[in-house]
């Protein structure tokens, strides 16, 4: 929601539904330094406009990684390995190899 996704729950049939125009880079202050919550927002933000700021980022290294491969795809990642991102949003990724 942070980022400007709307989120409707359908009580009847038991769905989420996610749904989004664009999303916008905005400023994310984790609660807990969460690695699914970390690595969630980071793939949102890596095609979200604007910056994205995550504080209090987990920093395992399932998450540099991540980072390290959107960067190959041509994400602009800064602060890989801290517990704070900075993230510019970019129109599109490409391919890459990673290992």
Do not use: W
């Not at 330094?33 to 399932?62: F, H, K, Q, R």
């Amino acid at each position: 929601q942070n980022l400007g996704a709307e989120f409707e729950y359908d009580d009847n049939a038991s769905f989420y539904k996610v749904s989004t125009n664009r999303l916008k880079g905005a400023y994310m202050l984790l609660d807990e330094a969460s690695v699914t919550g970390t690595a969630n927002i980071v793939m949102a933000a890596v095609l979200a406009d604007g910056e994205t700021t995550i504080y209090n980022a987990a920093c395992e290294p399932y998450l540099q990684q991540l980072c390290k491969m959107l960067n190959s795809m041509g994400a602009l990642i800064e602060g890989v390995g801290s517990n704070m991102l900075k993230i510019t949003g970019v129109e599109s990724l490409k391919g890459c190899e990673h290992r």
